[in-house]
């Protein structure tokens, strides 16, 4: 099925298509369906997956369209919340097995998943996982296009993870190809022109990247158009050819203010400018990379442009709270994802150990503790319930604002209204004021209102996650790295303080001494 994307006629008839009861063509038609028409128009996009989501009858048919949607996330840039996505829609499928109209449509519903998954796991360099769910895919389709593309990924994947040569990669592109598999055979030529790239193949690169511009320009393929355009700035960046990587960039569209090509596009050219000594200018588009890629909450772009910026304060202008500053944004985020399953380690590991030092570097120069020294204080000598009790409260007490709703603020906050409304009145049990019994403004601890001010856009759970893991290393520290004393005084058992702090260290080993 040779795709055009931009025929919006055709993408809503195959959308219905795929979900007419009568039709048994769906097991063939659905994972191109919804795997090629993610590179489509984003404005189209959302409205055909709220139409999609309107006439949809059966619940496995609603994990086909997570599915598709989730995938769509990812490549809006939004990987984070694409990875979220993912971790809950197998469950989905797995607990409506029963509703499937057969086993073969149940398999490839979940191949699909797999697959994509697969794709997902790759851009956010877990490799291990990603070629372990493309393995579980390719398994479980009979599907002689889609097996064609689980093998087209797990040749792909045999060169980045398993640094193996490009020949294989290569075979399997051009069955893709053979195939009339257009869209995936578009990414997987720019994709080995980048591999043969970095193996200094300069020649094959070429080759395969005007390959992939041609397929993208004469099949209206506009996002692979505009990222093949992005790989041939990147190969002229690399090859010094830097006037021609900067009309290359100029001629890469973009839509909105929230488009990640925009922050990729600000990479490239930083890259160039610190390059040719304008190192000011570099910073100042990598800061504004950093605008898109923290709202998107891009897994690999965040912790890379904070362990840029934190390395040129530190290193270069030798502004050691600025440098902390952007180290500990990335190690904020870093470390989120980590909770969430995805694996600390390339960048993500290297900028969780620059906050890290650094701390440790401003403790030597200063004699200081390793956090703001007003930041955490509240809490020392205090037990562990009463040290949470103290933040919620304060937490609570900064989203209220000047709203009263409860619903309002549970909705700002990300959780179920009952649990606010259940944990404001286990607080008034005892004797914490919320806003509306009179609440005065020394009642608001400065430093952890501008603690919270901080981290404003994250969630109930997850701002208290990582309270948690930044106020239990803040007293390890406090109380001498003593895990008896510091037991007793939070009065948590002994096993239960071992269990937090056992987190701390399993997510990196230098977070807490052993």
């Given amino acids: 099925m040779n795709i055009d994307l931009n025929d919006k006629v055709f993408q809503n008839n195959s959308a219905l298509e795929v979900f007419r009861p009568e039709t048994r063509d769906y097991s063939d038609r659905l994972w191109e369906f919804f795997s090629f028409i993610s590179l489509a128009d984003k404005n189209f996009l959302i409205n055909l997956y709220r139409k999609l989501g309107s006439i949809t009858q059966d619940s496995w048919q609603e994990s086909?369209?997570?599915?598709?949607?989730?995938?769509f996330e990812s490549v809006q840039g939004k990987v984070f919340s694409s990875h979220k996505a993912f971790a809950d829609i197998l469950f989905r499928i797995e607990e409506h097995q029963h509703l499937f109209p057969d086993k073969s449509s149940f398999l490839e519903v979940k191949a699909f998943f797999h697959y994509e998954k697969a794709v997902l796991e790759t851009k956010i360099k877990n490799f291990s996982d990603?070629?372990?769910?493309?393995?579980?895919?390719?398994?479980?389709?009979?599907?002689?296009?889609?097996?064609?593309?689980?093998?087209?990924?797990?040749?792909?994947?045999?060169?980045?993870?398993?640094?193996k040569n490009l020949d294989r990669f290569i075979q399997a592109l051009e069955k893709v190809e053979i195939a009339s598999l257009t869209p995936l055979a578009c990414m997987g030529w720019r994709m080995a022109g980048i591999y043969a790239r970095q193996r200094?193949?300069?020649?094959?690169?070429?080759?395969?990247?005007?390959?992939?511009?041609?397929?993208?320009?004469?099949?209206?393929?506009?996002?692979?158009?505009?990222?093949?355009?992005?790989?041939?700035?990147?190969?002229?960046?690399?090859?010094?050819?830097?006037?021609?990587a900067r009309q290359l960039l100029e001629q890469v569209e973009i839509e909105g203010p929230d488009d990640v090509h925009q922050a990729i596009v600000n990479e490239?050219?930083?890259?160039?400018?610190?390059?040719?000594?304008?190192?000011?200018?570099?910073?100042?588009?990598?800061?504004?990379?950093l605008k898109i890629t923290t709202q998107l909450d891009h897994v690999t772009m965040v912790p890379d442009e904070t362990l840029y910026?934190?390395?040129?304060?530190?290193?270069?202008?030798?502004?050691?709270d600025q440098a902390e500053h952007y180290y500990q944004i990335g190690y904020e985020h870093a470390i989120r994802y980590a909770e969430h399953g995805i694996s600390l380690t390339v960048e993500r590991k290297q900028v969780v150990d620059a906050y890290l030092n650094i701390l440790k570097t401003k403790k030597r120069s200063t004699g200081s503790t390793t956090t703001s020294p007003n930041r955490f204080s509240f809490a020392e000598g205090k037990s562990w319930k009463q040290i949470k009790d103290i933040f919620q409260h304060q937490l609570i007490l900064y989203h209220s604002g000047d709203s009263l709703n409860s619903k309002k603020m549970a909705k700002k906050m990300n959780m179920p209204a009952?649990?606010?409304?259940?944990?404001?009145?286990?607080?008034?049990?005892?004797?914490?004021?919320?806003?509306?019994s009179g609440v005065k403004p020394e009642d608001k601890i400065d430093a952890i209102q501008d603690y919270i001010d901080n981290k404003q856009e994250l969630s109930w759970t997850e701002i208290n996650a990582i309270f948690e893991r930044e106020i239990m290393h803040y007293l390890y520290e406090k109380y001498g790295y003593n895990k008896q004393r510091m037991a007793a005084i939070l009065k948590l058992s002994y096993p239960a303080l071992i269990n937090k702090t056992r987190q701390l260290t399993q997510l990196n080993e230098n977070i807490l001494p052993n």
């Avoid at 009145?425 to 919320?434: K, Q």
């Fill in 64 to 71: 086909l369209v997570m599915v598709g949607r989730a995938k």
């Fill in 130 to 163: 990603a070629y372990a769910s493309c393995v579980t895919s390719h398994e479980l389709t009979k599907n002689d296009n889609f097996l064609l593309a689980t093998t087209l990924l797990q040749r792909r994947l045999e060169v980045v993870y398993l640094s």
């Fill in 200 to 244: 200094g193949l300069n020649s094959d690169s070429k080759s395969y990247t005007s390959k992939a511009l041609k397929m993208a320009e004469e099949n209206n393929l506009a996002l692979l158009h505009k990222q093949v355009i992005i790989s041939q700035a990147v190969s002229a960046r690399t090859w010094g050819e830097h006037d021609r």
């Fill in 268 to 289: 490239i050219l930083a890259v160039m400018e610190e390059k040719d000594g304008n190192r000011e200018q570099a910073i100042s588009l990598v800061k504004d990379a």
């Fill in 309 to 320: 910026l934190g390395e040129q304060f530190e290193k270069h202008y030798k502004d050691l």
């Fill in 418 to 436: 009952t649990t606010l409304y259940s944990l404001q009145s286990r607080l008034v049990e005892r004797g914490y004021l919320l806003p509306k």
